[in-house]
T-cell receptor
Framework: NAGVTQTPKFQVLKTGQSMTLQCAQD?????MYWYRQDPGMGLRLIYY???????DKGEVPNGYNVSRLNKREFSLRLESAAPSQTSVYFC?????????????FGDGTRLSIL | QKEVEQDPGPLSVPEGAIVSLNCTYS??????FMWYRQYSRKGPELLMY????GNKEDGRFTAQVDKSSKYISLFIRDSQPSDSATYLC????????????FGKGTHLIIQP
C-alpha cells in the first residue's frame, strides 16, 4: 500500500548541478502535482499535470521543468540548481473528477544546494 | 497580502484542552476548504474538508467555514500528545485538477 513514492529522500547538490526528482503513484490517479515547502512560506505549487500528456505551471515554476512520463510517474528537473532552490519537495496525486478530490502526498525529498 | 494567512505559532496547550486553529483568506472564489496534518519529516495528510460554508464534524475534530468573513477554523476536542504536529489549511477554487493554496501551517504542541 505505497501510495505516492518519492526518490531520493535526501540530496545535496552544488550550485549549477542538475538533478531529477522522481515521483510515482499506485492509486491510478489522473492528476499529479509538485510543491515546495519552505520555512515561513507554506507549500507552494510548482507544476501540475491534470492528466497524462498535459502539464501546467503553478505559482513558482521558474528554474524547474517537469515530465509526465506515464500515468504513474511525474518527474521534476532542476537544470542548473541554485541555493534558492534549497527546500523540501512534495509530490501529490488525485483523481481529476468534478467535486472534491483529495490530494495524497508523498513524504518529500529534502534538497540542499550549496 | 498572501491569499491565505495562518499564524505559524507555536501553539502550546495542555493535554485535554480544546484547540482552535484558524485561517483567513482573501480570494472569494475559494470553494473547497481543507485541513491537513503534517508530522515532522512526513508529507501532509488530509484530516477534513468542507465545501462552501458550514460545519463538519469527525470524531474529535470539527471544521467550520464562514465564507462571509473569509475565515475557517479547526477545533480539536480532548487534545492528545499524538495531536502534536503542524496543521495546514488549504483551499481550492473549483473541482477538477486545480492545485491547492496553502497557509503557512500552525505548529501545535500538546503538553502531557
Amino acid at each position: 500500500n505505497a501510495g505516492v513514492t518519492q526518490t531520493p529522500k535526501f540530496q545535496v547538490l552544488k550550485t549549477g548541478q542538475s538533478m531529477t526528482l522522481q515521483c510515482a503513484q499506485d492509486m491510478n490517479h489522473n492528476s499529479m502535482y509538485w510543491y515546495r515547502q519552505d520555512p515561513g512560506m507554506g507549500l507552494r505549487l510548482i507544476y501540475y499535470s491534470a492528466s497524462e500528456g498535459t502539464t501546467d505551471k503553478g505559482e513558482v515554476p521558474n528554474g524547474y521543468n517537469v515530465s509526465r512520463l506515464n500515468k504513474r510517474e511525474f518527474s521534476l528537473r532542476l537544470e542548473s540548481a541554485a541555493p534558492s532552490q534549497t527546500s523540501v519537495y512534495f509530490c501529490a496525486s488525485s483523481e481529476a473528477r468534478q467535486g472534491f478530490q483529495p490530494q495524497h502526498f508523498g513524504d518529500g525529498t529534502r534538497l540542499s544546494i550549496l | 497580502q498572501k491569499e491565505v494567512e495562518q499564524d505559524p505559532g507555536p501553539l502550546s496547550v495542555p493535554e485535554g484542552a480544546i484547540v482552535s486553529l484558524n485561517c483567513t483568506y482573501s480570494n472569494s472564489a475559494f470553494q473547497y476548504f481543507m485541513w491537513y496534518r503534517q508530522y515532522s519529516r512526513k508529507g501532509p495528510e488530509l484530516l477534513m474538508y468542507t465545501y462552501s460554508s458550514g460545519n463538519k464534524e469527525d470524531g474529535r475534530f470539527t471544521a467550520q467555514v464562514d465564507k462571509s468573513s473569509k475565515y475557517i477554523s479547526l477545533f480539536i476536542r480532548d487534545s492528545q500528545p499524538s495531536d502534536s504536529a503542524t496543521y495546514l489549511c488549504a483551499m481550492r477554487r473549483g473541482g477538477g485538477a486545480d492545485g491547492l493554496t496553502f497557509g503557512k501551517g500552525t505548529h501545535l504542541i500538546i503538553q502531557p
